[in-house]
């Protein structure tokens, strides 16, 4: 009898455990899209940020409740609807990445990578999926390196090409659109409404929405990634406190990054992506303040959607498949993706 109770509380203690992780993970989850939670990003006074904001369901335009945005969240604050939860973006859970610039790896531990300005490195590499990201800078005569925020992404699948990048801009005005997107070289028009929605033709399965009238986006590509962007500049206060040495005539806007994902091979590698590896043993010191990432070169690119890094995985599998049939290679998302 005693052991029967002891595993009872096990398993009551694990089912805790299970639902703290599915929580944090929850605006990122894919479900079916007649359950799928809304979720609604929201900026709080600069004066208080403590002030109370509604929490409206997109689904049946009902406010359910309102919530408070603490000032955890230096810039923005998002609620998931209708259960009312409410999270930074830059909260610690696997897939984030956010300011100089702080990685959150699969195995939940934390992480800086600070790359070089104005060039472009591998994030995540993967048999049918790359991403690169653009590093901008600054640099401080007082160190031996830049300080680097990600400025745009470039992702590549199938034979497309999609860009999600921060304009750059000299003062910042939050209530201006500072987010740029185009695909396959074509610029998106998403209209300024929370809830807009954008998805090609040419391949369905990708979508961009936006959660915030301005600056905040989802991009999903159906079974393989979610990605929430939010461009968001550096303060005069963000500079005074890291001594960043930013100037009038640029914001540095930059993009703070949420990412899931859902269909990687246990071959994955990249800045962030080798942290999805089974494989994958964190060699950094996890108790120091700033754990650092280095081996740059092994993630340096030459361009934006090139897919050159030493670490590069892209297009691995179809090459192999394509030598071992004697045909052409066979992407894993194909533009009739339903």
Request: include cysteine; aromatic fraction near 8%.
């Amino acid at each position: 009898m005693a052991t029967t109770t002891a595993m009872q509380l096990l398993g009551r203690r694990l089912s805790c455990c299970c639902l703290l992780v599915a929580v944090c993970l929850a605006a990122f989850a894919v479900v079916p899209s007649a359950s799928q939670p809304s979720l609604t990003v929201a900026t709080p006074s600069s004066k208080n940020k403590n002030t109370q904001l509604k929490c409206t369901n997109t689904k049946t335009n009902r406010t359910t409740c309102t919530v408070n945005c603490n000032n955890r969240c230096p810039h923005k604050c998002l609620i998931q609807c209708p259960s009312c939860k409410t999270f930074c973006l830059c909260d610690f859970y696997p897939g984030v990445s956010c300011g100089d610039p702080r990685f959150t790896g699969a195995d939940g531990n934390n992480f800086y990578f600070h790359g070089k300005k104005d060039q472009d490195f591998c994030v995540v590499s993967d048999a049918h999926l790359h991403i690169n990201a653009h590093f901008i800078g600054k640099r401080n005569p007082a160190m031996s390196r830049d300080f680097t925020w990600i400025q745009a992404l470039g992702i590549r699948f199938a034979h497309h090409r999609l860009y999600v990048g921060a304009v750059k801009t000299a003062k910042w005005d939050a209530a201006a659109d500072h987010l740029t997107i185009a695909f396959d070289d074509e610029d998106v028009a998403l209209p300024r409404f929370v809830g807009s929605r954008w998805a090609p033709p040419t391949a369905p399965a990708l979508s961009v929405t936006r959660t915030a009238q301005v600056n905040t986006v989802v991009v999903e590509l159906r079974g393989v990634f979610r990605i929430m962007a939010n461009v968001v500049p550096i303060t005069a206060e963000d500079s005074r406190i890291h001594n960043y040495g930013v100037t009038d005539d640029d914001s540095l806007a930059h993009l703070d990054l949420g990412f899931k994902f859902y269909d990687l091979t246990d071959d994955v590698h990249g800045v962030l992506g080798q942290t999805y590896r089974p494989d994958y043993v964190n060699k950094l010191d996890v108790k120091s303040n700033m754990p650092v990432m280095g081996g740059a070169p092994d993630y340096l690119s030459s361009g934006l959607f090139s897919a050159d890094c030493a670490v590069a995985r892209f297009g691995r599998r179809q090459e192999a498949a394509a030598a071992s049939i004697g045909g052409p290679a066979i992407a894993m998302v194909t533009d009739d993706m339903e």
